[in-house]
């Protein structure tokens, strides 16, 4: 075998798997989250901060266990027409009696979904169901985060209509991993009341569909321009050596994209935990200084386990974003 032939095996063997906004990038938002919450909130919240950034990850896992999950992640907004794709409704007895329910599934229902959690968090603060707002609140934010993912408002989710196979883990793993930390502002100011969550999502939605052409544009270009054997390196992530973008090319990226995934990062913390707040509101207000610890019964440990064994199975069901 040719040392070009052993690194190309090498390279598909050690690519992983892309997690929408990634796992890093979904754990932080959650975290970070928690800080925008008002002072009748925070308490409750602060003590299971953990609990609300491991969590985040489930939903992209239950892709792994049932292909409805898919749908609930993004929507193929350019599937119907062009900026601000005018012909399709915004709420969903409408859109469903244009273009069908299977039509709408195929493309993605981000937006409406959010809503339906929405609704199941508030009833969880209504009836004071503490282990059941966490795992709702954990899940909710991770709907939430994907809006605000360009390439999750587009059909060419993954570049693989322009040649651009893996730009989708490039833009939403790759940059917050390698920048987050030592250069994002996250002081972003405090949680805001949601009086029209349905316009406030489609808002969030369309924003990342403008931005989507950019993502790839920006890319494509730099692309050209950046010597070719430079573009990817082996590095270190977690303990294993895989080919991934390289550090100069990730800079370079972000760079020209001047802090788009700085922005989309910020706006979700804010979006995260505005739907908290509003959630809570609409409830009522309910007091959460009463709730003691968490206990989560046989039946979320056993959900979780079978979420992790689907999960390290990497059989994905539905739409992956590789």
Same mark, same amino acid.
């Given at each position: 075998?040719?040392?070009?032939s ?10 992983? @798997? ?17 800080f ?7 308490? /409750?919240?602060?003590?299971?901060? =953990? %609990? ?20 609930r ?11 601000? /794709? ?5 709420h969903w ?55 605000h993912v ?13 040649? =651009?196979?893996?730009?989708h883990? /490039? ?6 991993e ?5 250069? %994002?502002? %996250? ?13 406030y ?25 950046? @010597? ?33 995934v700085?922005?989309r ?24 200084? =009463? ?19 689907h ?12």
């Amino acid at each position: 075998m040719t040392r070009r032939s052993l690194l190309l095996l090498i390279s598909i063997l050690c690519v992983e @798997p892309c997690f929408c906004w990634g796992f890093f990038a979904h754990r932080q938002i959650n975290y970070l989250a928690v800080f925008l919450l008002p002072p009748e909130m925070i308490g /409750f919240y602060k003590k299971n901060q =953990q %609990f609300l950034a491991d969590h985040a990850v489930d939903p992209d896992k239950r892709r792994y266990a049932i292909s409805e999950e898919a749908s609930r992640h993004f929507i193929d907004l350019d599937r119907y027409g062009r900026y601000p /794709f005018d012909s399709l409704p915004h709420h969903w007895d409408e859109a469903v009696k244009r273009y069908s329910q299977d039509s709408l599934l195929r493309h993605g229902i981000v937006p409406w979904w959010i809503q339906i959690m929405l609704s199941r968090l508030t009833k969880a603060f209504r009836e004071k169901d503490a282990a059941r707002i966490l795992k709702l609140s954990a899940d909710m934010g991770h709907y939430i985060s994907d809006a605000h993912v360009p390439l999750h408002a587009s059909s060419n989710h993954n570049g693989q209509h322009t040649g =651009q196979h893996g730009i989708h883990g /490039f833009w939403e793993s790759r940059i917050p991993e390698s920048f987050a930390a030592a250069s %994002f502002d %996250f002081v972003i100011g405090k949680a805001v009341y949601i009086d029209k969550p349905l316009s406030y999502t489609w808002d969030r939605v369309l924003e990342s569909a403008a931005s989507s052409d950019t993502v790839l544009r920006v890319e494509k270009h730099l692309s050209e321009v950046f @010597p070719s054997d430079m573009r990817y390196a082996f590095e270190d992530r977690n303990g294993l050596i895989v080919r991934q973008y390289s550090s100069h090319y990730t800079g370079e990226y972000h760079l020209k994209l001047n802090g788009m995934v700085e922005r989309r990062m910020r706006q979700s913390i804010f979006s995260v935990s505005s739907f908290w707040y509003t959630a809570w509101v609409n409830a009522g207000q309910p007091d959460l200084r =009463q709730f003691g610890t968490v206990a989560f019964d046989s039946a979320d440990r056993a959900e979780w386990d079978s979420l992790n064994r689907h999960w390290r199975a990497a059989k994905i069901r539905g739409r992956d974003c590789e």
